[in-house]
C-alpha cells in the first residue's frame, strides 16, 4: 500500500510577512542561500 501522497510538498512555504502562500515561487541561489521572493510584497525569506 503507497499512501504517500503529497510528501514532496511537505516544506510549507509561504511568506512570512503576508502569509500568502507563494503559487509559483521565485528561488534564487546567492551566496549559497536560497532566498524566496515573494510577488505579493517582495518580502525576501531566507
Ligand atoms: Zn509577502
Known amino acids: ?3 504517500n501522497i503529497l510528501l ?3 516544506r510549507k512555504l ?3 510577512k503576508c502569509f500568502a ?3 509559483n ?3 534564487k ?3 549559497k542561500m536560497k ?3 515573494c510577488k ?3 518580502y525576501v525569506s531566507r
Do not use: L, R, V
Open 1 to 3: 500500500m503507497n499512501h
Open 8 to 10: 514532496k510538498n511537505k
Open 14 to 16: 509561504f511568506c512570512k
Open 21 to 23: 502562500h507563494y503559487k
Open 25 to 27: 515561487p521565485e528561488t
Open 29 to 31: 541561489i546567492k551566496n
Open 35 to 37: 532566498i524566496i521572493i
Open 40 to 42: 505579493e510584497c517582495g
